[in-house]
């Protein structure tokens, strides 16, 4: 079956970068677009970016010009590059990917935690 999973969370300085890295296995269609969301505590879960199958992206406009999205359709593998973090940006990180029906299939989340 499907499987989607996050690593490359942990505890960053403000200012500090992370790499997020999300892998899907079980793969057997072609995806589609591909996300990033965030669910800091007692908050909505929120997109921070997504890529559609085309490389066109899309980001939070808390985020510009900080993070950057990219996608290895080969590995399918999506990852969120994170520049200049504040500690607003601690939150658990969630990926997820679209088929080409709209179904989405989630990964567990991973922490990122910027300390001040």
């Known amino acids: 079956q499907v499987q989607v999973a996050e690593s490359g969370g942990g505890l960053v300085q403000a200012g500090g970068s992370l790499r997020l890295s999300c892998a899907a296995s079980g793969i057997t269609f072609r995806i589609n677009a591909m996300g990033w969301y965030r669910q800091a505590p007692g908050k909505q879960r929120e997109l921070v970016a997504d890529?559609?199958?085309?490389?066109?992206?899309n980001y939070a406009e808390s985020v510009k010009g900080r993070f950057t999205i990219s996608r290895d359709n080969a590995k399918n593998t999506v990852y969120l590059q994170m520049n200049s973090l504040k500690p607003e940006d601690t939150a658990v990180y969630y990926c997820?990917?679209?088929?080409?029906?709209?179904?989405?299939?989630w990964g567990q989340g991973t922490q990122v935690t910027v300390s001040s």
């Open positions: 890529i559609s199958s085309s490389f066109s992206t």
């Open positions: 997820n990917i679209k088929t080409p029906r709209a179904y989405v299939y």
